[in-house]
């Protein structure tokens, strides 16, 4: 699909707003002036409640694994550009362009709803992702503090968790990952993509800085939170280069271990990735498309198990080769606990008291 021309937005990721493939009919909602798109494109973020009626989401992916995952939040304020979790606004009846950005989905009842479900005497303790879609501790959680309320409510069950985050917000909440660091009931994974503060600002416009993440990194680890950092994801072409300097980074500032992800494009994230990269970098954007298809099969998404997150060919390899050489030079004598599960607390549900 072709979009109308218009300049790069500075702030956010996604510069289009895709159709939603859920809706029959779709509006010609495009400005005719460069003040029009400045009244639509306003950095204005929307907070819009929703009332779940479950928060554990069963995840069950032959190359993830069982667990849970938890999301107090959907659409992202940080406007990754390559973010996945774009495709999933479309069932919100939005776009994954501009309106992931732009229109936040807050479940403000989370904390009841968990606190119920863990209550449950079928209830069984797995491990719990917060948040596998969109960043638990965007720039929402500071108005509205959820992510907060579900960690008291994962400590009064004593339930193990797994935060993956690249906000220095985390922090906050200090006082209780160390409570739960003592008993091995938490792990953080902290994303880095880049040390360029220069890419960053493109890449992931409202993201903690790299500074701030190599702090939030140094910060959780001194206080003994086993802390993962994921080089994720790694985009060929543009950020690939940096993968053993970033590792020797967070080696030195106390991680624990590293993972990797190839950048995959599914969905509507190639339009937006495409749109965006040859207004952010016109003179790179050929080249970065071309590397991320050679990682593919020549396609830029790729939902193949197995491979979607690792890619294949000889740039896939390549990139397989530092990692494994980065894990040798920086992470060979560290190791993150396990959970210890045995401290679950099947708490009755204070209903039945009253008979």
Known sequence: MEFPEQPYRKGRGAQINT??????????????SQEDWEDLYELR?????????????????????????????????????YCYARNTHTYWGYSAGVDFEQKILVKKAAPQVLD??????????LPIMLAGNTDCYQPAERQF??????????????????????NSLILRDLDLLKQMAELRLVKVSVSLTTLSEDTRRLLEPRTASVKSRLHTIETLAAAGIPVNVMLAP?????????????????ALRGASSIGYQVVRLNGDVAAIFEDWVRKA???????????????HGGQLNDNRFGTRMRGEGQIADIIAQQYRLAKRLYF???????????LFRQLKNPQLKLF
């Open 19 to 32: 159709p939603n493939p859920y809706h029959r009919h779709h509006a010609d909602e495009s400005p005719d």
């Open 45 to 81: 973020t929307e907070f819009i409640e929703v009332h779940p009626k479950t928060m554990l989401n069963k995840v069950d992916s032959p190359d993830i694994g069982v667990c849970y995952s938890m999301n107090p939040y959907q659409g992202c304020e940080h406007g990754c550009v």
């Open 116 to 125: 119920a479900e863990l209550r449950k005497p079928s209830y069984q303790p």
């Open 145 to 166: 503090g959820i992510t907060r309320q579900i960690l008291e409510v994962l400590w009064k069950h004593r339930h193990p968790v797994g935060l993956i985050t690249k």
């Open 234 to 250: 790694i985009v060929p072409g543009l950020t690939d280069h940096e993968l053993l300097a970033m590792a020797e980074q967070v």
């Open 281 to 295: 970098m016109p003179d790179r954007a050929e080249r970065i498309l071309h590397r991320i298809q050679d990682c």
């Open 332 to 342: 060979s004598d560290k190791s993150i606990p396990p959970y210890d599960f045995e």
